[in-house]
T-cell receptor, first 115, second 116 residues
Framework: DAGVIQSPRHEVTEMGQEVTLRCKPI?????LFWYRQTMMRGLELLIY??????IDDSGMPEDRFSAKMPNASFSTLKIQPSEPRDSAVYFC???WGDGSYNEQFFGPGTRLTVL | AQTVTQSQPEMSVQEAETVTLSCTYD???????LFWYKQPPSRQMILVIR??????QNATENRFSVNFQKAAKSFSLKISDSQLGDAAMYFC?????????????FGGGTRLMVKP
């Protein structure tokens, strides 16, 4: 298996532009998580899907952020409009079942820079 | 809400020596899981070791072992025979055992440097 796939790996955009980050989970995994990593705040959970349904989006910073999971093999995180403070590394992680002991497998991350 | 604290922003160790990274957490729950993740310069998050709170025996994975002190809410990681490839950021993480969600709460991380 190729693992969790994220695209793009790097994204540079200008303030005000729309940004879409993509994630393909490992086949068979039914839980998907979006995390954001910054120097100031560390690793933060943004949103969690189980069986394609958003379960907890309390970490989404504001209405400019939205996430979707239209099917079991694809998820997007969209920022519209983007701001310089959104610059961070965004990780997608997936796992199976609702067993809390299961390992979360992380993608390689997308480094977003908003100028 | 649970919190995870890693009080050592940076640590260094001589190659082949042993180093211990500290982690404390705060929770009111009785059952939970604890993890250590490694993040090398490639950014990839890699699971190093995990521990179930109801198990008294400390988890071990080759050169990696933990010292889990439930009463003290402490979960330290010991790396024996340190290797250059161990240099990375290490994150301690907590997850509730209850089915409300699988979310991980991370500590702030410890940067480990390994000196040849």
């Amino acid at each position: 298996d190729a693992g969790v796939i994220q695209s793009p790996r790097h994204e540079v955009t200008e303030m005000g532009q729309e940004v879409t980050l993509r994630c393909k989970p490992i086949s068979g995994h039914n839980s998907l998580f979006w995390y954001r990593q910054t120097m100031m705040r560390g690793l933060e959970l943004l949103i969690y899907f189980n069986n394609n349904v958003p379960i907890d989006d309390s970490g989404m910073p504001e209405d400019r952020f939205s996430a979707k999971m239209p099917n079991a093999s694809f998820s997007t995180l969209k920022i519209q409009p983007s701001e310089p403070r959104d610059s961070a590394v965004y990780f997608c992680a997936t796992t199976w079942g609702d067993g809390s002991y299961n390992e979360q497998f992380f993608g390689p991350g997308t480094r977003l820079t908003v100028l | 809400a649970q919190t995870v604290t890693q009080s050592q922003p940076e640590m260094s160790v001589q190659e082949a020596e042993t180093v211990t990274l500290s982690c404390t957490y705060d929770t009111s729950e009785s059952d939970y899981y604890l993890f250590w993740y490694k993040q090398p310069p490639s950014r990839q998050m890699i699971l190093v070791i995990r521990q179930e709170a109801y198990k008294q025996q400390n988890a071990t994975e080759n050169r990696f072992s933990v010292n889990f002190q439930k009463a003290a809410k402490s979960f330290s990681l010991k790396i024996s025979d340190s290797q250059l490839g161990d240099a990375a950021m290490y994150f301690c993480a907590y997850r509730s055992a209850f089915a409300a969600g699988n979310m991980l709460t991370f500590g702030g991380g410890t940067r480990l440097m390994v000196k040849p």
